[in-house]
């Protein structure tokens, strides 16, 4: 069982920055692909950035040369460092943790990008 927390959200202006945590508990962390969703007002849940237990990470076209994941194994903590910010980055933030079929989502922090 892993449990997550985030933390990190908040308001911030257009072209500002935020840096998200998302820690967890349980153990084998570091087998786990670290991942981190939004989902806006009236949208789905989409993906924003995901990084494998080897290091390797994937972007949304939209956060791309933006948002870097990077993850701390021995603080069992992954972390998404936002640039750049735009109004449509606004949305609440959720961490996710995947390992073959098992899945689990942190509660969310929510992220607003406004003057």
């Known amino acids: 069982q892993v449990q997550l927390v985030e933390s990190g959200g908040g308001l911030v202006q257009p072209g500002g920055s935020l840096k998200l945590s998302c820690a967890a508990s349980g153990s084998g962390f570091s087998l786990y692909t670290m991942g981190w969703y939004r989902q806006a007002p009236g949208k789905q849940r989409e993906l924003v950035a995901v990084i494998s237990r080897l290091g390797s990470t994937n972007y949304a076209d939209s956060v791309k040369g933006r948002f870097t994941i990077f993850r701390d194994n021995a603080k069992k903590t992954v972390y998404l460092q936002m640039n750049s910010l735009k109004p449509e980055d606004t949305a609440v933030y959720y961490c996710?943790?995947?390992?073959?079929?098992?899945?689990?989502w942190g509660q969310g922090t929510q992220v607003t990008v406004s003057l």
């Open positions: 996710n943790a995947q390992k073959t079929i098992t899945n689990y």
